[in-house]
């Protein structure tokens, strides 16, 4: 992103060398303090006993109440727990307060961000989360801005001690590091200054986020439109006799995915591109380079696994009612616990991709499916053979497909666009912030 709009805020009118060197030069009159020099304490969290549902439970804030984009806490899921008063004593967070992410992190995101505590409701951090207490020669908003710029240059990674599939924050070396603070009066000018502008730059992200929605929303329906009612408004209708669907074209025949799918199951091809099936694109290329992201077991024979071939049906059975199935793109293997399918029926693999991925179809596969635990649901194959599923006649199936690659490419091309734009705004929020805590610009509320 263009970052000139920074050329429009003043510096100050003298610098001294910093002795960092991701910093540089700051304003003189500014000093150079050492991290655990600014807060008071570094208190670890506790997780606490299972809640008893009464009014001495208390709010347990972990990583995932982290609003990372607005460095605040969220109070969309909060969990309580119970814990003793002994337990809890120094622990609870004040107004002004940081939490410090200490284990977590992901194949993309390290671990180690910090998000202000602005709540008037008590509360404690997890085991996996650290309070830090500012001391009173800084202001809170302030440092907050500071370490999320040492967590945007990767300064974080020095104190990072990685484990297997978990990365832990050597606080103590993490508090070791050093950066720049003006005097009080200017942090708090800083502090002001940023709040309202992130406030405006949140905004504008805000409502391109809605836009983004709306179109994801709209191809749902154009989508779910063209395959249950055709590409033609007036012509002639019956009902399906399925309350779900509704009215679908006179001609259209209602059948049954047990009519149009035969399973089959051949094995025995280790030496093929390894694939899996998800919920957002269907059949993909697995990622095989980049162990760390996949998160279930690879077994060095995969003689075992099943052949799927450009063209047929794939679906992960524990996830279909989510979604995790589609028609294949590749020639290559999957998990043996994976379904795959021929077509019976005339029909056009593309069609059937567009139709059977559409959310009118993944909430058969719900009520064909039973909970084995959180996030699997297993598929019953007897009761997937009586989802209903419409087929128009053949030269109408690839007539509705076209249509639907062309609208679906405008539709991802515009979203693309929006988030393009994003980007930039979260890139120029970054940068805004830096040139703000490090002096590079001086700002003031009116800025």
């Excluded at 967070?93 to 671990?111: A, I, R, W």
């Excluded at 070791?176 to 992200?205: G, H, V, Y």
Aim: hydrophobic fraction near 35%; aromatic fraction near 10%; charge should be neutral.
């Amino acid at each position: 992103m263009n970052h000139n709009k920074l050329n429009t805020y003043p510096r100050y009118l003298k610098y001294k060398d910093s002795g960092i060197d991701w910093i540089g030069e700051i304003p003189e009159g500014w000093e150079v303090l050492r991290l655990k020099n600014v807060f008071l304490d570094c208190t670890n969290g506790i997780w606490g006993d299972e809640p008893k549902k009464d009014a001495t439970d208390t709010i347990v804030l972990r990583v995932t109440d982290f609003d990372y984009d607005r460095l605040k806490i969220s109070d969309d899921n909060l969990t309580y727990r119970f814990i003793s008063d002994s337990e809890k004593k120094r622990k609870v967070l004040k107004k002004g307060d940081l939490l410090l992410e200490k284990s977590g992190g992901g194949d993309k995101t390290l671990v180690g961000r910090v998000v202000l505590f602005d709540k008037n409701y008590d509360a404690v951090t997890s085991n996996f989360v650290a309070k830090l207490t500012p001391n009173s020669n800084i202001i809170s908003q302030f440092i907050n801005y500071a370490l999320a710029t040492l967590y945007a240059n990767n300064i974080n990674y020095l104190s990072i001690k990685q484990t297997t599939g978990i990365q832990n924050l050597d606080s103590n070396s993490y508090l070791n590091e050093q950066f720049c603070f003006p005097p009080l009066a200017e942090q708090q000018q800083i502090a002001d200054f940023l709040d309202s502008k992130t406030a405006l730059i949140d905004e504008a992200i805000g409502l391109k986020q809605q836009q983004i929605d709306k179109l994801k929303e709209y191809k749902q329906i154009t989508i779910q439109t063209a395959v249950t009612r055709g590409l033609n408004p007036n012509a002639p209708m019956k009902n399906s006799g399925i309350d779900w669907i509704g009215e679908i074209p006179e001609h259209w025949e209602v059948s049954k995915l047990g009519q149009c799918l035969f399973p089959i199951s051949i094995k025995n091809h280790p030496k093929l591109p390894l694939l899996s099936i998800t919920r957002e694109q269907g059949v993909i290329k697995r990622d095989i380079e980049n162990l760390e992201s996949n998160h279930n077991f690879i077994p060095d024979d995969l003689s075992s696994y099943k052949l799927i071939k450009k063209g047929q049906f794939g679906m992960n059975k524990m996830k279909a009612w989510q979604g995790s199935y589609g028609v294949s793109d590749y020639t290559g293997i999957v998990s043996p616990a994976y379904y795959i399918f021929n077509f019976i029926k005339e029909i056009n693999g593309l069609f059937f991709h567009w139709a059977i991925r559409s959310k009118i179809y993944i909430s058969f596969f719900g009520s064909a499916s039973d909970g084995v635990r959180i996030g699997q649901w297993d598929l019953s194959k007897t009761r997937m053979k009586e989802i209903p599923f419409i087929i128009p006649p053949f030269a109408e199936q690839q007539q509705i497909a076209d249509y639907l690659e062309q609208k679906s490419a405008e539709i991802d091309a515009t979203i693309a666009h929006y988030e393009q734009q994003i980007d930039k705004l979260k890139e120029y929020k970054i940068v805004l912030i830096q040139a703000a805590v490090t002096g590079r610009i001086k700002v003031s509320n009116d800025g």
